[in-house]
């Protein structure tokens, strides 16, 4: 049986963990066992690279990156973002195997304002279960598969 990795980021907690949370009980609800999920934390996004290379390389078949990245009032964050994709789509192409991207970078966010948060916790449940299907979708892809005509 195919075993996943999820590796959250730790910074904004509340909001990474509805994703991972909409994740898991998407891939549960397709009937995926539970027990072949493994949940890694790690201090940032710009550590998900990283720790997904490591976990694939040690047997995992496929990761899911989950993090949210943000402006600070600092213009660092689309520095950030572009370096936790550009990671993670190195690490498919050094490793042959599929890890997928659930690090999102909102234009705009307001961790003073209630509402924001709600916003970016709702939208990550939406994420979190798609990301679900697209793992599904690839835990299953044959590269040996006809295209489609």
């Given amino acids: 049986m195919k075993k996943v990795a999820v590796i959250c980021a730790s910074w904004n907690e509340d ?6 949370d909409s994740f898991l009980d998407e891939v549960a609800r397709q009937g995926f066992p539970e027990s072949n999920v493994d949940v890694f934390y790690v201090p940032g996004s710009l550590e998900i690279p990283l720790a997904g ?6 047997g995992y078949d496929i990761a899911v990156g989950i993090g949210f990245v943000v402006n600070g009032n600092i213009y660092r964050h689309e520095f950030v973002a572009q370096a936790v994709v550009s990671g993670i789509v190195d ?3 050094q490793t042959g195997k599929p890890f997928l991207s659930v690090v999102l970078t909102p234009i705009a966010f307001n961790e003073h ?6 916003y970016f916790v709702d939208h990550m449940v939406i994420k979190g279960k798609e990301a679900a299907g697209a793992c599904m979708a690839m835990l ?8 489609a005509a």
């Fill in 91 to 93: 690490v498919q192409l």
């Fill in 140 to 147: 299953e892809f044959d590269s040996s598969q006809k295209k």
């Fill in 15 to 20: 909001i990474v963990g509805s994703a991972k």
């Fill in 53 to 58: 290379k490591k976990l694939l390389e040690e």
């Fill in 113 to 118: 304002v209630p509402e924001n948060i709600k």
